[in-house]
């Protein structure tokens, strides 16, 4: 499905996909830094932002296959730069292993590659009903927003506490339930991470509690030569909690490509 997207600067194309339940706008923070040098593809996934919402299950390769389909109608044929963040690197885990020669460099931000364990699978259909029930993204808001922040961010950010709180509210409960039902289904890519051949940077807030530094270095120390960074005052969401230290290391990481 054609997805609604942000396509906005010069250079080298960047694709950036974002987390769940989130928005193409969790990237805002990155706009102005890296969309001065680079070209920024940012897609709503599927049933988020302002992409269209199908009924039943999201598998996360379905929406790898979306990004795919979005770069062909943009007729970008050459490799390009992929970075994802929890949902969205679980994506970006995907079409490294469906569509390995469109990407040129990876950045896996927030993330992990290890599939649910069945008590974290159960409690994704548990929430997926439970938002069903309430008929909004309520449960899920109240579930999930208290892990994605630092203290820091809670204390010198709540205007971005608040933008994130309103887009997981606008996040419709098929989109919720879809994608909950998605990742429960995704598979463990753990043993496909020392396959992997292009340069790849490993990002994640120190505070990050959902995806955390632990889980992030082992799946740096997995992949060849991958780099790792840790960005302080940031938990799950970094780009957005810390957008000065994730951007140095972003630009970094882009500058020291072939
Ligand atoms: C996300 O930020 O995309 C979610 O925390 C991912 C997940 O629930 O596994």
Redesign the pocket.
Known sequence: MLLNYDDYGPGPVVVLLH??P?SRKMWSEQESSLGSMYRMIVPDLRGHGKSAAPDGVYPIEAMADDVVELLDALQIKEPVVLGG????G?VALALMARHPERFRALMLI?TRASADTPEAAQG?ETLAKAVEEAGNAGPAVES?LPK?FSVVTRQRHPDRVAAIRKIMEKTTVRTIAGSLRG?AARPDRTAELPQIKVPTLVLVGADDI??PPSVARAMADAIPGAKYVEIPDAG?LAPLENPEATDAAILKFLDSLP
């Open positions: 987390g769940f989130l963040l929890s949902m969205g679980y927030d994704r999930m994605f990742m959902v995806t799950h």
